[in-house]
T-cell receptor, first 110, second 117 residues
Framework: KNQVEQSPQSLIILEGKNCTLQCNYTVSPFSNLRWYKQDTGRGPVSLTIMTFSENTKSNGRYTATLDADTKQSSLHITASQLSDSASYICVVSDDYKLSFGAGTTVTVRA | GAVVSQHPSRVICKSGTSVKIECRSLDFQATTMFWYRQFPKQSLMLMATSNEGSKATYEQGVEKDKFLINHASLTLSTLTVTSAHPEDSSFYIC?????????????FGPGTRLTVT
């Protein structure tokens, strides 16, 4: 069964600090891994997408890494802002169907 | 590009009534659209996959007679929740898919908050 596990479930950080979110998956076959940001009451918005051959990808202050051998990914948020408060969802694709992690809720406090 | 809209954004209905939610891909054609449901503090759960001009494929445990899906065109899919009950209250999100390069991308709509009283 394809599974995507994220940790931590939630975290609180001070504005300006960095944080790293983790994602482990057992999806097979693997096509790509995406990180989404979902604000409360809104649909997910894509941050990054990585294929098997990509190790890292950045989108502004968001940097995602992928280790396809260990089936792990991380999302690093640099110099956090209040607007980064959201749920971050790791999604792994087997080329058609998406497997969703439960998400990490990030709260940035002033 | 790749914008997906949903209408309405919020709807409140009485138990026993039916509610229709529209999902539109505004600037591209989507042969496949997906419908998800999300309960508070949980991730998205795929309900059904909708292909233009054919019957939707429902995930295990999703009642096809209760959640009617119509995908009449390449830019519009509708989800009708029939005989709604309070337990149907949830956040419904659609996505529209297309191939970009070698990857198959799904673009999500902003979601529809359904409250059944």
């Amino acid at each position: 069964k394809n599974q995507v596990e994220q940790s931590p479930q939630s975290l609180i950080i001070l504005e300006g600090k960095n944080c790293t979110l983790q994602c482990n998956y057992t999806v097979s076959p693997f096509s790509n891994l995406r990180w989404y940001k979902q604000d409360t009451g809104r649909g997910p918005v894509s941050l990054t997408i990585m294929t098997f051959s990509e190790n890292t990808k950045s989108n502004g202050r968001y940097t995602a890494t992928l280790d396809a051998d260990t089936k792990q990914s991380s999302l690093h948020i640099t110099a956090s802002q209040l607007s980064d408060s959201a749920s971050y969802i790791c999604v792994v694709s087997d080329d058609y169907k998406l497997s969703f992690g439960a998400g990490t809720t990030v709260t940035v406090r002033a | 590009g790749a914008v997906v809209s949903q209408h309405p954004s919020r709807v409140i209905c009485k138990s026993g009534t039916s509610v229709k939610i529209e999902c539109r891909s505004l600037d591209f054609q989507a042969t496949t659209m997906f419908w998800y449901r999300q309960f508070p503090k949980q991730s998205l759960m795929l309900m059904a996959t909708s292909n233009e001009g054919s019957k939707a494929t429902y995930e295990q445990g999703v009642e096809k007679d209760k959640f009617l899906i119509n995908h009449a065109s390449l830019t519009l899919s509708t989800l009708t929740v029939t005989s709604a009950h309070p337990e149907d209250s949830s956040f419904y999100i659609c996505s529209a898919g297309r191939t970009v390069g070698f990857a198959y991308e799904q673009y999500f709509g902003p979601g529809t908050r359904l409250t059944v009283t």
